[in-house]
C-alpha cells in the first residue's frame, strides 16, 4: 500500500500569495520594463503641468458653485428685510393717520355739541355713536383672555390645525365663534387687544397672525366687553361658551373672565361705508 505525501497546508493560499507577491499584471510589468529599458519614467509624476492645471480648475469650479449655492439664500434674506422695513413704514404711517384722525373727532364733536345745544340731537349721536362704534364708551363689563396652549405650534404651512402640530393654536375663526356668542350674551360693546369691533370690522387670519381692523394682533388675546353683570353666566351656557369649553379641553387653550367695575374702549379707527346711504327723514 503506497502512502501519499502530506499536503502543505499552504497550497490553497497559493493564488493569494502569488497576488501578494506580484500584484502587478505581468503586461504592466512588461510595459514598465520596456520604457525602463528605453530611459522613460515609468510613473506619473505630481508635479506634472496637466495635473496641476485640472487642480486648479477644480478648485476654482467649486468655489464658484458654493458661491453660487450662497446667493439666494442672501437675495431671500435682503427680499425678507424689504418687507419687513415696508410693513414697519407702513404701520408707523397708520398709526400717525390714526392720531390725527383721533384729533380731527374731538373737534369735531366740541364744535358739533356747541353748535346743537339746546336739542336732543347731541344724545342721539352718542347713542348712535356707542351703537356702530363711532364713539368711545365707558362703563362695567368683563375681560375674557383667551391664549394659546404652553406647547402650541403650527405645521410647515403654518396651519395651527392638523395633526403634525400640537393643535393649541387660538385662529382667527375661534375668535369669531367666541365674539358672536359674546353679542348674542348681551354685549354692548367688544375690542379686542385694544382694537374696537363694529359692523364692518373682520377678524381673519393673515398668515400665521391674526388680523382685527387690519391690524396684527399676538396672544395672549384681551377680549373688552361692556355689558351686563349677567353676560358672563349667559355666555358660559350659550353656544360660544360652549365651543371655548372645547377648545380648552381638547386643545389646550387657555382662558379666564373677570369682571371689570370699569372699561373704557376706545373708538373704531375709521369707519367707511361703501354702500350704505343716509336716507331723508319725514318732518
Known sequence: MTTRPARDPAASMSLITELMRNPLDPSYEDVARRKRAQGKATGGSLHSPLLVVTTLLIGFALA???TALRVPKNQAQKDHDAIISRVEAGQATIDKNTRTITGL??????RQNAALTGSDLPQRITTLETETGAGAVTGPGWQLTIDDAPSSSTDGQGDPRT???SQGRVTSSDLQVVVNGLW?????AIAINGQRLGATTAIRFAGEAILVNFRPLVPPYVI???GPSTLQSSFSSGTGGIYLDGLVQGFGVRRSMTAAPSLRLPALPSIELNYAKPTKEAP
Do not use: L, N
Not at 348674542?184 to 354692548?188: P, R, T
Open 184 to 188: 348674542h350674551s348681551g354685549a354692548e
Open 224 to 226: 373688552s366687553v361692556v
Open 64 to 66: 464658484v458653485a458654493a
Open 163 to 165: 395633526s403634525t402640530s
Open 105 to 110: 373727532r374731538k373737534e369735531i364733536d366740541a
